[in-house]
């Protein structure tokens, strides 16, 4: 008969990965979901600038487009990491 040794118990971990501030980050983030759903539904005929930003390459031609919004990307993702940073600093 084989012995089965310590080496193959599970791994016991001093931490969990799930506790009360995992659930908060996860609520910010549907409640984040949800402002941008409804600010989508309700402010369409508002947003067409997004992805026609000057910087923003787009490409068109009778059977293809192309579009590469650089821009808007950028401007995404400074807004993005000032939001992120408030939140962790006041969380």
Known sequence: ???????????????????????????LIGLGMVVLGAMVYFFHNKLHWIGRLPGDIRVERENFRFYFPVTTMILFSILLTIIIRLVRKFL
């Open 1 to 27: 008969m084989y012995e089965i040794n310590s080496f193959y118990q599970p791994l016991q971990y001093e931490y969990s990965i799930m506790n009360q501030v995992t659930g908060k980050y996860i609520v």
